[in-house]
C-alpha cells in the first residue's frame, strides 16, 4: 500500500495490460511531479515493456523544453475502473514527426492505482469458484444455486441456471443471495433487486445483475473485505505470478475438491465420477468464455485441470468412460473435447506413455476444438454448408493458436499433433494442410480415429447421431482415410458395445454399459427406464453374468452425447 491510499502494482502482466487501456485517445494525462499543477493532455502511442513508451506531447509543446532537461513526471489515467499512475518518469529524446512532437521516456517498474471502494467492481478470474444462493424472502423462500462472476459495494452478477428465469422473471420478489466461499465463509445479502439478465442459450445460464438495496455499516465492510479478497486472489492468477503472492483466506481449499454451492451442484450426475469429471468441464466452459471474450489459454489451470483429469483415469477408468456420457448440461463443444481427452489418453494407455506425455496429451485433446467457439455460431449450424462457410469452418484450427502464447509447458509437438494434424487425413483429404499417409505420426493418426469416433456419436445438424456399431463399420470401411491399426485398436479396446452404451436385452431391460470383462462382453450395466442422458435416477447395478439374468443385447439405444 502507498501512504496516499495507492496500490503498488508491480507484476509485468498487470503493468502492460494497464497501460495497454491507457493507450486509448484521451486515455492518459501527464502531470509534472513538482508542479502540482492540472494534468495535461497526451497520447500513449506505443509501449515496450520493459523498455520505453513512446508519448505524443503536441498538445504541451510548451514543457517539451523542461522535459527534455530531465523534469519529472508521472502518467495518469483510469483502467478497468481505477485511478491509475506510473512511477515517476523521465524524457529520454523527442523529435518532429510529421508534425507531431513525439518522445520516448523510460518504461514505470510500477504502477499505482487507487479503487473507488463504491463502485469497485472485483471480477472473479479462470480458476476461482465462489458459489451463491439466490432465494426469495417470500412465497416459500425457494432457491436457486449459481457463481459468482463479479461483486461491489453497490451489487454483483451471478452466473445461474437456465431454471433461475422464472424466479428472476418475478422482478417484484425481494430476494436474498448467499455468497459461499470455498473456504466455508458464507454471508448473505438481503434486499437486493434485479437489474438486467441475459440469457446463453449456447451455454444454458443466465447472466444476472442484482443491485442491494440496503447497506449499513456492517454490510459495507464486510463486502469490501470479500471486493478486497477476490481481488488479491485474482492477482494470483495473473499468469507468471500466480505463486508471487499470499493466497486469500477465502480461497483455501484442495484444488480437486468439488464446490459444494454452485451452479453445477445443481445438475444432476448419475454418478460420483461424473459430478467430479464436471469440474474439468466447468474449467472448459469458463475457458471457453474466456477465449471469446478476447482472452488466452490459461498455462495454470490447463495445467491442474489436465492432472486433474490423468489422476481421475488412475482411479476408475472404466467410471471416467462412462461419466463423460453423464455431461449432458454442458455445451457440445465442452462435451466433445472432453470426451476425446479421456477416450485418446485411454486407447493410448497400452503403450503405457510416460506420464507428462500423457497430461500433454490429455491438455492438448481437451482444447483441440475450441477454437470452433471463436468462429461464427451460425458455421456448426448449417445442414447443408456452402464450400466458403466449409472453408470458414476449417479456420478453427488457425483461430486458437494465438491463444496458446503462455502455455510453454505444453510440448510443441504433442500439440501440432493432437489439436493441429487431428483433421487430416491419409488420402490428403484432411486440413488445415492437407497432410498425406507419410507425414501423419503415430499420436495423429490415433487422435483421427477417436475424434471422428466420438464426432459421429453425436448429433450433428446434417445427421442424427450413429450407433457405435454403424462408426465402427465406417471406420473400418475407409482404411485409405484411417489408419487401419488404430482403428483395429479402437474397437478392440472400447468393444462392441463400450462403456456408456445404452443396450436393450432380450427381456425388454435397457441398460447403461458401465464395465467389460477381458474379451470386451458387458460385465456390469446399470438398470434404467429412461432413454436419455444418464441422470441421478438410474436404476440398479447388475453385476456378473449379464446375460444369464437379463438376456442377450438385441441392440444399441442411440443417445446423442
Not at 491399426?485 to 432380450?506: A, K
Request: hydrophobic residues 40%; charged residues 25%.
Amino acid at each position: 500500500m502507498v501512504e496516499d491510499g495507492y496500490d503498488r502494482v508491480e507484476s509485468p502482466m498487470e503493468i502492460e495490460a494497464l497501460l495497454e487501456a491507457l493507450m486509448a485517445p484521451g486515455g492518459a494525462s501527464l502531470q509534472l511531479e513538482d508542479a502540482g499543477g492540472e494534468p495535461l493532455p497526451v497520447l500513449v502511442m506505443d509501449h515496450r515493456p520493459g523498455e520505453e513508451l513512446q508519448l505524443d506531447i503536441s498538445a504541451i509543446r510548451e514543457v517539451a523544453g523542461s522535459l527534455q532537461r530531465g523534469r519529472p513526471f508521472r502518467l495518469l489515467g483510469r483502467s478497468q475502473g481505477k485511478m491509475v499512475r506510473t512511477s515517476v518518469l523521465s524524457m529520454q529524446a523527442c523529435q518532429d514527426d510529421e508534425g507531431r512532437l513525439v518522445c520516448r521516456s523510460d518504461y514505470p517498474r510500477s504502477l499505482e492505482v487507487l479503487q473507488r471502494r463504491e463502485t469497485f467492481r472485483a471480477g472473479l478470474r479462470l480458476g476461482m469458484e465462489v458459489g451463491a444462493i439466490l432465494r426469495t424472502i417470500e412465497g416459500g423462500g425457494r432457491a436457486i444455486q449459481g457463481d459468482l462472476k463479479d461483486l461491489s459495494l453497490e451489487g454483483c452478477r451471478l452466473e445461474l441456471p437456465l431454471a433461475a428465469s422464472g424466479l428472476l422473471g418475478e422482478v417484484a420478489v425481494p430476494l436474498e443471495i448467499e455468497f459461499c466461499f470455498p473456504d466455508g465463509t458464507r454471508y448473505a445479502v438481503r434486499q437486493a433487486s434485479l437489474r438486467h439478465r441475459n440469457m446463453d442459450m449456447a451455454r444454458r445460464v443466465v447472466q444476472a445483475g442484482f443491485r442491494f438495496e440496503q447497506s449499513g455499516a456492517e454490510q459495507e465492510r464486510k463486502l469490501w473485505y470479500f471486493v478486497r479478497a477476490i481481488e488479491q486472489e485474482a492477482a494470483r492468477h495473473v499468469e507468471g505470478d500466480d505463486a508471487s503472492r499470499l493466497p486469500s483466506p477465502l480461497f483455501q481449499t484442495s484444488v480437486s475438491a468439488s464446490p459444494t454451492v454452485g451452479r453445477r451442484n445443481m445438475c444432476r450426475y448419475a454418478t460420483p465420477m461424473a459430478k467430479r469429471l464436471s469440474r474439468v468441464a466447468g474449467y472448459l466452459d469458463a475457458q471457453l468464455l474466456e477465449l471469446q471474450q478476447g482472452g488466452e489459454v490459461s498455462s495454470v489451470q490447463l495445467s491442474r485441470h489436465a492432472d486433474l483429469l490423468l489422476s481421475l483415469h488412475d482411479e476408475d477408468r472404466e467410471g471416467l468412460l462412462f461419466a463423460i456420457r453423464c455431461l449432458h448440461e454442458e455445451t457440445w463443444l465442452v462435451r466433445h473435447c472432453l470426451s476425446v481427452a479421456v477416450q485418446l489418453l485411454d486407447l493410448l494407455q497400452d503403450a503405457s506413455p510416460p506420464r507428462e506425455l500423457c497430461k500433454a496429451i490429455a491438455a492438448s485433446a481437451m482444447l483441440h476444438d475450441l477454437g470452433k467457439a471463436l468462429l461464427p455460431a451460425e458455421l456448426w449450424e448449417q445442414a447443408s454448408p456452402s464450400d466458403e462457410e466449409r472453408q470458414r469452418m476449417r479456420e478453427h484450427v488457425a483461430v486458437l493458436e494465438p491463444c496458446m502464447r503462455q502455455c510453454h509447458w505444453l510440448a510443441g509437438a504433442v500439440y501440432a499433433s493432437v489439436v493441429e494434424r487431428i483433421n487430416e487425413r491419409l488420402d490428403g483429404s484432411g486440413y488445415p494442410q492437407g497432410l498425406g499417409d507419410e507425414q501423419l505420426g503415430e499420436l495423429e493418426r490415433a487422435a483421427a480415429v477417436v475424434d471422428v469416433g466420438d464426432a459421429m456419436r453425436r448429433d450433428r445438424a446434417d445427421r442424427p447421431a450413429w450407433s457405435v456399431q454403424e462408426v465402427q463399420r465406417h471406420l473400418l470401411a475407409h482404411p485409405e482415410t484411417f489408419d487401419a491399426r488404430w482403428v483395429r485398436r479402437y474397437c478392440r479396446r472400447f468393444g462392441r458395445y463400450p462403456v456408456g452404451s445404452l443396450v436393450r436385452f432380450s427381456s425388454g431391460t435397457l441398460g447403461w454399459v458401465q464395465g467389460l470383462d477381458d474379451t470386451g462382453a458387458i460385465a456390469r450395466v446399470q438398470l434404467t427406464e429412461i432413454v436419455g442422458p444418464p441422470t441421478d435416477e438410474l436404476g440398479k447395478v447388475i453385476q456378473g453374468d449379464v446375460p444369464k439374468r437379463l438376456g442377450e443385447v438385441v441392440e444399441e439405444v442411440v443417445v446423442s452425447g
